[in-house]
């Protein structure tokens, strides 16, 4: 009888935990996007698609990555196997290879052919991912019942987040204007994606005018429209609205798309195919897809984070979002779930923070690395000692070292303190000091994690806050990432749907608690080496 009992009470532990489970998990990153552009904007936006998902689900308003550096690959890549770069080995978009000097794009494989597009755009496959993926998880656990999409304008942005295993996984070719795959997934593409392919909406798209969502006096929470630190388009001086999209694709052709709002609109049309061409959440098997917004990203890098394009293209992806919910609403009702976050932030564009006597700045590459080589040279002697300098990682020339008979930890250490000495370093760390990974200083802490022992260089470096390094300081518009400061690393997490309670907490977690946290939503094994943390409100 006690058998018989304990046998009906994990049946019905198994139905209603099934029964809890949602039918289809949608993972969005939004590239590029910091968390307060959910202060900065929320008066602007409608009540369907960012406050929606506040008001009914579960904000982590002090979410930060935990390692540097906050790149897209890497956050892709951090999100979705619960840990850090020095472990899924994914240390940046590229990388320098001191075995064939050569840098290593971070889902490049030369094995690999285009599907449905060019050739060269299709080399791509997870291979330089060296840990699973919540998504791999969940096909193992469900022994591959459960399917799995990912879709971006970005490569990286699909693949990494599909893991080693899905249905497959797509991005956008910006030479051809069509979404396709590579040899690693399938041989071609299936009838859904080349229906969707058929409608060319690409090109559909670029026939619009970008004119702003309200009137341009609206946008009070931006500088003024055509600011000096606005990168121009090609075919137009000024940065201005409206943009022509139909006159400008004509000297920047259809990869246009990806730096318009309607490269958003492109991908969700897309992710909408998906949910219907692969049946995403037609039975009791939850399946996920993987949405990465990327045209956030193209735009912040041109226009700074205080553009007048930045805000409109963030109320337009509003206004995409709740068209997704008002699709999952009619087609899942209350069977479906969403997470949303962002792979890294940005910095606002420095020569804007020094007009207005704030702390930024530029660190000119070409002239840092060959200073710094030549006063390597005054204290050790003639030769190229610098090989590669990327990722603020620093590469050494070993065979020069090992030639000159000299020791290789000390001569990192000599180094490590001539490059302290530079204007614009915070500082500095030794290959040897940060695989001890012991620091409790959260800066030196974040490059570690950073840190992976085969991939990385010899020294890291730390810029001072609001630096930027760019390849030439008379480019002083636009902006980028990349640092372990906040401005790069708060970012939001927000947690919505079946099963994801009311709330919100400042409690201070971690980009990589996200796929821990979905492994015990969804019952799956937990990807292999995560060290994320589930995010313990979400069970109470």
Known sequence: MKKLLYCLFISLVSILTAQEKPKLVIGIVVDQMRQDYILRFS??????????????????????????????????????????????????????????????????????????????????????????????????????????????IKDRGSVLPAGHSPNGAYWFDSKTGNFMTSTYYMDKLPNWVKKFN??????????????????????????????????????????TFPYDLKELAKENGVGLVRSTPFGNTLVLDMALAAIEGEKLGADETTDMLAISFSSTDYIGHQFGSNSVEVQDTYLRLDLELERLFEYLDANFKDEYMVFLTSDHGVVNVPQFLEDNKMVGGYLEQDKFAASLNDTITSVLGAGEWVLNIGNDQVFLNRDLIQEKGL????????????????????????????????????????????????????????????????????????????????????????????????????????IIDIAPTLSMLLNTSLPNASTGIPLLELFD
Not at 51 to 67: C, S
Not at 104 to 130: E, F, R, T
Not at 204 to 209: D, S, V, W
């Open 198 to 239: 058929g409608k060319n909406l690409a090109a559909k798209y670029l026939e619009n005018t970008w004119s702003t969502l309200l009137p341009i006096k609206a946008y009070a929470e931006s500088t003024m429209d055509n600011a000096p630190y606005e990168r121009s388009f090609r075919g137009k001086e000024e940065t």
């Open 407 to 510: 020791n290789i930890t000390e001569v990192r250490k000599t180094i490590r303190d001539i490059i302290i000495g530079f204007d614009g370093i915070s500082d500095a760390y030794t290959k040897e000091e940060i695989i001890e990974r012991k620091s409790t200083d959260i800066f030196k802490k974040r490059i570690e994690h950073g840190f992976n022992a085969k991939r990385s260089g010899d020294i890291a470096v730390r810029l001072s806050p609001g630096l930027l390094s760019v390849s030439s300081t008379s480019d002083r518009k636009g902006t980028s990432h990349g640092s372990g400061y906040t401005y790069d690393t708060h970012i939001p997490i927000i947690f919505f749907g079946k099963g994801i309670k009311k709330g919100n907490s400042v409690r201070p977690v971690a």
């Open 43 to 152: 008066n602007k936006f409608s009540d369907g698609g960012f406050k929606r998902m506040i008001g009914e689900g579960f904000q982590f308003r002090n979410a930060h990555y935990n390692y540097v550096p906050t790149y897209t690959a890497p956050g892709h890549a951090s999100i979705y196997t619960g840990t850090t770069p020095s472990n899924h080995g994914i240390i940046g978009n590229g990388w320098y290879s001191p075995e064939t000097n050569l840098n290593v794009y971070c889902v490049s494989d030369p094995a690999q052919s285009g599907i449905g597009g060019s050739n060269s755009s299709g080399k791509m496959s997870p291979k330089n991912l060296l840990t699973s993926t919540i998504t791999d998880e969940l096909r193992i656990t469900t022994n591959f019942q459960a399917k799995v999409v990912g879709v971006s």
